[in-house]
């Protein structure tokens, strides 16, 4: 019975990362870098932790007790990349998580053929343990200004507490799978399954709170004034705008407020949404472009203006201006 209890409490883990990382990675509106590395970790964490508790309740072929080692070991990078990527969000930082990843699985892969189970299991192992040390270790480097905030005071803007508390939580899962090499092997796909509803519970209660806090709560004309103005000079100075994964936590976090606040700063006082905020900076730049007729395609001054996708640009085009881009050139 207690072993039936044990099971179904590791599998629940399993199960609703897979329904997050199908989210995150296909069905979330507004997919950033980031929200891609959490969708792509969530999934080598629960191929990770699906095969501890298929191996811990019955025999399993040894390739499959290999697979679920070889996740341990990509979970190394990603993580790594996961904190990396809220730093410095681009192109080039996929292709060097992409690079750290290639040289990990040649690396694995002659161990695959030449070692037998034995020594995977005894050694092996070990070695993936310890890449996966190093790459944590690297992460807590990175962020460790930000780490010894949260843990001494509290004190970090929202985007930045959010990596943190991940970053602490994945930490934990994977102590939980190397404390596993000297206990049973179950003790990593139960601490995965609590630290995993602990931290969506976490985030669930904050937003809850912060949204609470701010329903009822007025912006008064010199808060509106202060961050108004950080907020123009930040679009218009730093062009903001521009980087396509700019959101809403991002630029709340610049400006030192609450990503409900800048909300309710946007829909309140001036009646916009944050897309439409935004969009509006990416289309006037688009129109300058497109009036100094320079041999750019529209799908390029798209990207150069900070949208993702020739659609997206259209649309927001269409939508603004009443036209398309090519008719505006045509006419400016």
């Known amino acids: 019975m207690t072993d039936k209890i044990l099971f179904f409490f590791g599998a ?24 891609y590395f ?3 970790l969530l999934l080598f964490l629960l191929v990770r932790v699906g095969v501890s508790c298929i191996y811990f309740f019955g025999d399993v072929p040894v390739y499959i007790i290999k697979l679920g080692l070889a996740a341990n070991l990509i979970l190394g990078p ?36 030449l070692f037998d189970f034995v020594t995977w299991d005894w050694r092996i192992r070990f070695i993936i343990h310890a890449i996966l040390t190093i790459y944590l270790s690297y992460s807590a480097i990175i962020w ?17 507490k959010k990596a943190v508390i991940i970053y602490l939580a994945l930490v934990t899962v994977c102590l939980g ?11 990593g796909a139960l601490t995965f ?19 609470k806090q701010y329903r009822h709560k007025k912006i008064n004309q010199q808060q509106f004034t202060n961050v108004h103005q950080k907020l123009t000079d930040l679009m218009e100075t730093e062009n903001l705008y521009r980087n396509p994964d700019l959101s809403l936590e991002l630029l709340a976090d610049r400006l030192s ?51 993702r996708s020739r659609s997206s640009f259209f649309s927001a085009f269409k939508k603004l201006k009443g036209t398309t881009p090519s008719k505006y050139q045509k006419v400016a």
């Open 12 to 35: 629940l883990g399993v199960f609703n990362a897979l329904i997050l990382s199908f989210y995150f990675l296909f069905v979330k509106t507004t997919r950033l870098l980031f929200d």
């Open 38 to 40: 959490l969708g792509i």
């Open 78 to 113: 990603t993580i790594l990349f996961l904190m990396k990527v809220l730093i410095n969000p681009g192109q080039k930082m996929v292709n060097h998580y992409l690079l750290h990843v290639g040289l990990l699985a040649l690396g694995l892969m002659p161990t695959w053929v």
């Open 144 to 160: 460790r200004k930000e780490i010894t905030s949260f843990v001494t005071s509290n004190s970090l803007p929202s985007n930045s």
């Open 177 to 187: 799978f190397m404390l596993a090499l000297f206990s049973t092997y179950i003790m």
């Open 193 to 211: 399954s609590i630290v995993f509803y602990l931290t969506i519970g976490y985030f669930l209660s904050s937003t809850w709170k912060g949204k």
């Open 257 to 307: 407020v609450s990503r409900h606040f800048l909300s309710q700063m946007l829909n309140d006082n001036l009646k916009k949404s944050f897309h439409e905020y935004v969009n509006e900076y990416r289309i006037e730049e688009a129109c300058r472009i497109l009036a100094e007729n320079m041999p750019y395609s529209m799908e390029a001054i798209g990207y150069e203006v900070g949208f």
